[in-house]
C-alpha cells in the first residue's frame, strides 16, 4: 500500500534546504547495511540542498556507500549549463569523497534520447536488480505540475514497464529533448521527498494536496512511494505569497 504523503512547510528555500538535508541524512543513516540509491532533481530549487550536502554533510555521510543516480535530464552536454548533471556536479558530486563507479549519470553522448533512455534504463537494471526501488528520490514541482520530466499530456504518462523513457518538453521549457525515469520506477521509491519553491508553484502545489480535480492532470499528483512520501515547501508555495 503507498505511504499517505506529509507535508512540512517552512519560511524559506534555506529553511527547507536545511530540513532537507537533515531529511536525507536521517535516511541513509536509518537505511540498512549495503548500498543507498539516489536519484536527484534537476532544477534550480535542490542547489541549496547539494550544497549542504557537499559540505556540512560531506564527513557525516557515507559516501561509499551511496549511489547517485539521475531523475530526469536534458539532451545536452554533460558540461552544458542546462545540465542536471553539470548543476549537481558543481555543487555536490565534486565537493564529496564518492568513488567514481557509483556516480551513474544519464549518458548524453549518446545518438538520440532514446538511445540515452534505453542505456540509463540497462545500467539501473543492473545495479537495482530487476525488481527495482530506489532508496530516495528527490522530485520537484513545476508550474504546470510536471514532476521529472514527466510533463502533462505527455505519452510518457502511460508507460507502465519501461522504467526510462525519451520526452519532449513544452516548447516553452528549452531544451525540449529530455530523459526521464518513468512512474513504474519512480513509484517503486521506498522514499520520495518532493521540494516546492516560489509562489509560481501555489496553483500546482495546493490542488495536488489538497486533491482537487485539476490535480488529476498534474504529473506530480500521480507520485507515489513505498514507505514515505514528503513533501517539503516554503511558505511562498504553500500560500502564494509573493516577495
Known sequence: ???????????????????????????????????????????????????????????????????????????????????????????????????EANIHPISTNASSPEEAAAGFEATLRNQLGEEGGLDLTLLGLGEDGHTASLFPGSSVLTEDKRWVRAAEAPPDAAPRQRITMTYPLLNASRHVLLLVSGAAKHEPLRAILDRMPQAESYPAAHIRARQSLTWLTDTAAFYGERG
Not at 538535508?21 to 532544477?43: D, T
Request: aromatic residues 10%; negative net charge; charged residues 15%.
Open 1 to 99: 500500500m503507498p505511504a499517505s504523503p506529509s507535508v512540512q512547510v517552512f519560511p524559506s528555500l534555506a529553511a527547507l534546504s536545511d530540513a532537507a538535508a537533515a531529511h536525507v541524512a536521517r535516511l541513509v543513516a536509518e537505511a540498512p547495511a549495503g548500498s543507498f540509491a539516489m536519484a536527484l532533481a534537476g532544477g534550480s530549487t535542490p542547489r541549496a540542498l547539494y550544497h549542504l550536502l557537499g559540505s556540512r554533510y560531506r564527513d557525516t555521510l557515507p559516501w561509499p556507500r551511496i549511489h547517485l543516480f539521475w531523475g530526469d535530464e536534458r539532451f545536452v552536454p554533460p558540461d552544458d549549463p542546462a545540465s542536471n548533471y553539470a548543476m549537481a556536479q558543481e555543487a555536490l558530486v565534486r565537493h564529496v569523497p564518492i568513488p
